[in-house]
């Protein structure tokens, strides 16, 4: 589920240092072919330590459009060691029948002295004998240069209560210190005997950058090596990598028939604006457009906006799929969390979703005295003060559709999230 969610969005986003700003919220939108408008349906938050490591994301639904209701839905909850490895990742899920989140599974991961992990586990949780059950499992060794040159994998096997062997790496460096070959083989129970089947080659410029790999296997009815994949990468003069092209051999021919393509385009800072994917097409001979992904930064170089479409071969046209906004905490320090308002203060806002106009009100006993406008960037579009009243009906105006945030200033600072249609 993680994967699938946040493949079309940037990956760097879950993984800060201490010197830059972290992602506080991220909401993902839908495109609705109907209304020719984005939907939203789904929102992230996001927790860290001290240390701005990221410790907590939990995931919602918007089970219902008129009401803005936000349902969880899973989250995943991250532990360190005192070094600042991850040790720990652990997956919930929300049950809305009990109100309360149910573990699910996780990952225990070992570290040596300099830092390299060396075993990773996977469990699940088992409710009907409540604990964890373990499934797989990977070690990994390094050399003197602390280059990792093999792993090995394990599933667990309930016949002997214990840990069996079924698949291995080893890792060969140039002298270059990168890796020139892996060789991988598995576990022949007939032969009890290890049995190589694949490996990979690769090569690299003179800076460095990995040009080239390819991809070997031993057929198991000629017991010969073949090809299996051919990939070939670019670098502008900063080393940002530019264009990847991979390549599978014609089972006729046995040459290399391009397979897919991507291209990356940076700014002059070296962040990643532009992704294009590309398909091969057997017809025409010819590169083919696939999917598209825009990424709008700030000044800090965070993205705040990407925009994920694909060619819609039809119309001969992109189409729009899906959009993500973050939002940073360093850009509005001072809002609080959208979902922190004491259970003894009462808003509403409506109409939410807004048309023309939305009426915010709050409990009697209370007056607004200003209300702000915030888009997800955290930048104030409009403010208006000098209210004193507990409601109080606020013009649409020139605010295009999108989510917002009212912050609402009475006794204390409250938000309220609405969105514009």
Do not use: C
Not at 73 to 94: E, H
Not at 198 to 212: P, S, T, V
Not at 317 to 346: F, G, Q, R
Not at 371 to 376: K, S, V
Request: glycine share 4%.
């Amino acid at each position: 589920m993680v994967l699938l969610l946040l493949a079309p969005f940037s990956i760097p986003l879950l993984s800060q240092q201490s010197n830059q700003s972290v992602i506080d919220k991220s909401y993902i939108y839908q495109w609705d072919s109907q209304t020719s408008d984005w939907e939203y349906y789904h929102r992230i938050l996001y927790s860290y330590d001290e240390n701005l490591n990221l410790t907590a994301g939990t995931y919602y639904n918007q089970s219902d459009s008129e009401t803005l209701e936000w349902i969880a839905q899973w989250r995943f909850i991250y532990s360190y060691d005192a070094y600042g490895n991850r040790i720990q990742v652990k997956y919930s899920n929300w049950n809305q029948q009990t109100t309360n989140w149910e573990i699910d599974s996780r990952y225990v991961y070992y570290y040596d002295a300099n830092g390299n992990r060396v075993d990773f586990t996977y469990y699940y949780w088992d409710a009907g004998s409540n604990q964890w059950l373990a499934t797989s499992r990977k070690s990994e060794t390094y050399s003197p240069n602390q280059n990792r040159i093999s792993g090995i994998f394990y599933y667990w096997d309930d016949a002997k209560n214990g840990w069996t062997e079924y698949k291995q790496y080893n890792t060969a460096y140039g002298t270059n210190e990168k890796p020139s070959d892996e060789v991988y083989a598995h576990w022949d129970y007939g032969t009890n005997d290890w049995q190589t089947d694949g490996q990979l080659f690769f090569k690299y410029d003179d800076n460095g950058n990995r040009i080239q790999f390819e991809s070997r296997y031993i057929d198991p009815v000629s017991s010969e090596w073949k090809s299996d994949l051919l990939v070939n990468e670019a670098y502008d003069a900063n080393g940002n990598q530019t264009n990847g092209t991979y390549y599978h051999p014609d089972p006729q021919t046995n040459e290399w028939v391009g397979h897919w393509r991507f291209k990356y385009t940076y700014d002059d800072d070296g962040n990643r604006t532009k992704e294009v994917i590309y398909n091969w097409d057997l017809n025409t001979s010819s590169w083919a457009n696939s999917s598209f992904r825009s990424i709008t930064l700030d000044l800090a170089g965070n993205p705040i906006e990407e925009v994920q479409t694909q060619w819609d071969v039809n119309n001969n046209s992109w189409k729009n799929v899906t959009k993500a906004v973050h939002y940073y905490s360093s850009l509005v320090t001072e809002i609080p969390d959208t979902t922190m308002v004491p259970d003894n203060v009462d808003i509403m806002a409506y109409p939410n979703p807004v048309t023309d106009y939305v009426t915010i009100e709050i409990s009697d006993s209370l007056e607004i005295s200003k209300i702000e406008i915030i888009d997800l960037y955290g930048r104030v579009l409009r403010t208006e003060d000098n209210i004193n009243s507990s409601s109080v009906t606020l013009q649409r105006g020139n605010l295009q559709t999108g989510i917002y945030i009212l912050r609402i200033h009475s006794a204390e600072i409250y938000t309220k999230d609405i969105m514009i249609r």
